[in-house]
């Protein structure tokens, strides 16, 4: 965890323009240890079928084991072998006019 002296967080609060509000939550934060920011979850993208099959089953780019390359497959438990990107546009190089890149936790 960080710690700063007195001094120190003044003298960065001084020479950064913040908002009032935002001193004051970064204040609670470093000197009350009261959670002030919300840590923001990793999130991947995958690419998914825009339609479902009736029961809410998608179909999803998956590795499949039998080529070694991606493939469109339905994934019933959404546990199998999905492919995932780092960024939206990556997911989106695999998309068609029947699948989406949709962001999940990763």
């Given at each position: 965890m960080?710690?700063?002296t007195y001094p120190q967080l003044a003298?960065?609060?001084?020479?950064n323009t913040l908002s009032e509000q935002t001193q004051l939550?970064?204040?609670?934060?470093?000197?009350l240890n009261d959670p002030q920011f919300k840590a923001e979850k990793p999130?991947?993208?995958?690419?998914?079928?825009?339609n479902h099959d009736g029961e809410n089953h998608y179909k999803y780019l998956i590795y499949s084991e039998d080529t070694d390359?991606?493939?469109y497959e339905i994934d019933y438990d959404f546990?199998?072998?999905?492919?995932?990107?780092?960024t939206k546009e990556g997911a989106e190089l695999w998309t068609n006019?029947?699948?989406e890149a949709v962001?999940?936790?990763k």
């Open positions: 960080l710690s700063f003298n960065y609060l001084y020479k939550k970064l204040i609670k934060h470093v000197w999130k991947k993208w995958i690419v998914r079928s825009i390359l991606p493939t546990v199998g072998p999905i492919v995932k990107f780092d006019p029947e699948t962001e999940v936790e």
